[in-house]
């Protein structure tokens, strides 16, 4: 079974420019979360999708950022425009049920210069 | 508000050596604790789990006992070797419905172990 994918693995921007990652979740798992762990600090929650709804979306820092979930399959988080503090690692994880814990990807590296 | 604290790294230790991480928590309601681990150029792995007071999860000869008394939730490990170097994060979720809620995470620990 294919685990979480995270496209792109690294992405390297300057201030103002747009990016867009993209999270592919475990076949069949509902729920999809966007983290984010910027300068070394503990990884933080973003967003929670149950399919192609937004159930919490508390941890989204501003407007500048915006998921969409269409068709419930895959997952993508647009930054618009990127500023320095976005720079970081950002995680996606799916999962069936709260029973069997969160599955993360290997995260894609923001850099903003 | 919900949160994890776990011990700042980082552990150095040499091989076979027996590793305790210190993690605790504060939470409303009733927390299932996690530890996840990050080993490098890799993505979080979830190492072990538990949902209630006094369970104890394991997994890799890694073990953790949830307590609620001391809201504490230590990863320990009777022999470390050096592929086990990696960072360990603690985390908490506190289910609000049906399906997983968010995980709040500690800051993470870095686990050294030489030869």
């Known amino acids: 079974e294919a685990g979480v994918t995270q496209f792109p693995s690294h992405s390297v921007i300057e201030k103002g420019q747009t990016v867009t990652l993209r999270c592919d979740p475990i076949?069949?798992?509902?729920?999809l979360y966007w983290y984010r762990r910027v300068m070394g600090k503990e990884i933080k929650f973003l967003l929670h999708f149950v399919k192609e709804s937004k159930q919490d979306e508390s941890g989204m820092p501003n407007n500048r950022f915006l998921a969409e979930r269409t068709g419930g399959t895959y997952s993508t988080l647009k930054v618009q425009p990127a500023e320095l503090e976005d720079s970081g690692v950002y995680f996606c994880?799916?999962?069936?049920?709260?029973?069997?814990?969160?599955?993360f990807g290997p995260g894609t590296r923001l850099t903003v210069l | 508000g919900d949160s994890v604290t776990q011990m700042e790294g980082p552990v150095t230790l040499s091989e076979e050596a027996f590793l305790t991480i210190n993690c605790t928590y504060t939470?409303?309601?009733?927390?299932?604790l996690f530890w996840y681990v990050q080993y490098p150029g890799e993505g979080l792995q979830l190492l072990l789990k538990a949902t209630k007071a006094d369970d104890k999860g394991s997994n890799k000869g890694f073990e953790a006992t949830y307590r609620k008394e001391t809201t504490s939730f230590h990863l320990e490990k009777g022999s470390v070797q050096v592929s086990d170097s990696a960072v360990y994060f603690c985390?908490?979720?506190?289910?609000?419905?049906?399906?997983?809620?968010?995980?709040?995470f500690g800051t993470g620990t870095r686990l050294q172990v030489f030869p």
């Open positions: 076949s069949g798992h509902d729920n």
């Open positions: 994880a799916s999962s069936q049920d709260r029973w069997r814990g969160q599955f």
């Open positions: 985390a908490l979720s506190v289910p609000r419905s049906y399906n997983t809620d968010k995980l709040i």
């Open positions: 939470a409303t309601g009733y927390p299932s």
